[in-house]
């Protein structure tokens, strides 16, 4: 696959192009509105092509698909604008602003004839998979389900996930990934109920707290945050069992991996080696747009995380019980 990428944004430069290039996969281009900063970044990461602007990018016919790492708020727009060019697109977490904007971000790369895949990565760590098996096959009938993702946001004013025009906020950047734990486990979600702190003065959620009811009584507790230390965690609570990870979604070394699970009182350990997921996101993005598959964090995936986003999100404002629709 010949990917451009559209930002030079710190997630594709620590992240994806990195992975790219220990993959069978190349970044032959690179967009920024700062043509000097995409010919920088492009020299750093041995890009063959620079563009100045978005658009530009966009008409090169040597491309079969494109990175959107954009601010949230752009993702539609951009996301659109390659699908009319005939570009398979992987986007950025989340997928639009809302749930309505993902359906219709959805709707325009179906008919379009393009793939659109979320890039939540750590749904391709063979942890999370290994996860899921343990919890479908190997433990009896869900709970409940905690998940938590906040980190330190510091000294960064300016920081785009501050900003409420670019759609930011910590249920927005971290909280959702612990949305996403709790519907992977769950299933989907009947209602919110959730409450969050500006302590920042602005505009925005930099702490979320919520719990997502689903049926039979199953509940998911969900946080995300700019203003703790790093806490990555999710917990799945079985009739007969129990399992838990350590950073779930951005492991933070680099000699692997655990997991652990309790059933029936025994306990079991799993360790797994390194890997760089986001190299397993792109070449799983890659199978699914070579062979016209649905890929696992597909656009259906991304307009139901959304809905519990916004109902949490809902809740929050009316200071009451919201149901997910």
């Known amino acids: 696959m010949r990917l451009g990428v559209l930002s030079t944004a710190t997630i594709a430069r ?4 990195p992975a790219a290039a220990d993959s069978d996969h190349e970044v032959l281009a690179i967009a920024s509105r700062d043509e000097d900063r995409a010919a920088s970044v492009a020299a750093e990461f041995d890009v063959p092509r620079a563009y100045g602007s978005y658009a530009e990018l966009l008409s090169d016919d040597d491309l079969d698909a494109v990175y959107v790492p954009l601010p949230n708020s752009m993702h539609a727009e951009w996301t659109k604008r390659a699908a009319d060019a005939g570009l398979d697109v992987l986007c950025e977490k989340p997928l639009g602003v809302d749930a309505a904007e993902a359906r219709e971000m959805a709707d325009h790369c179906e008919a379009a004839g393009v793939t659109l895949m ?3 990565m750590y749904r391709y760590h063979p942890r999370t998979e290994r996860a899921v098996e343990i919890v479908r096959e190997e433990l ?3 709970r409940s389900v905690s998940a ?3 980190f330190p946001l510091r000294g960064r004013p300016e920081d785009i996930r501050l900003n409420p025009d670019l759609a930011g906020g910590s249920l927005m950047d971290v909280g959702c990934y612990a949305v996403s734990a709790a519907r992977l486990f769950c299933g989907e979600p009947i209602a919110a109920v959730a409450s969050t702190t500006d302590s920042r003065g602005a505009g925005v959620d930099t702490a979320i707290s919520g ?7 199953v509940t998911a507790r969900v946080a995300g945050g700019f203003d703790t ?3 990555q965690h999710y917990r799945v609570e079985t009739t007969d069992g129990v399992l838990e990870a350590e950073e779930p979604f951005v492991p933070r070394g680099d000699d692997g991996v655990e997991l652990t699970y309790t059933v029936d009182g025994r306990r079991v350990t799993e360790r797994f080696d390194p ?3 986001y190299r397993l996101e792109l070449a799983a993005f890659a199978e699914a747009a070579e062979s016209d598959t ?3 964090t597909d656009g259906t995936e991304a307009v139901r995380n959304m809905a519990a986003v916004d109902a949490l999100y809902e809740s929050a404002e009316r200071g009451e019980r919201v149901v997910v629709e």
């Open 14 to 17: 620590v992240a994806l192009l």
């Open 118 to 120: 979320e890039a939540f």
């Open 140 to 142: 009896g009938e869900v």
């Open 148 to 150: 938590t993702f906040q």
């Open 211 to 217: 719990l997502l009811e689903f049926t039979d009584g």
């Open 229 to 231: 230390e790093d806490v």
């Open 275 to 277: 890997t760089d997921q």
């Open 294 to 296: 649905t890929p696992r």
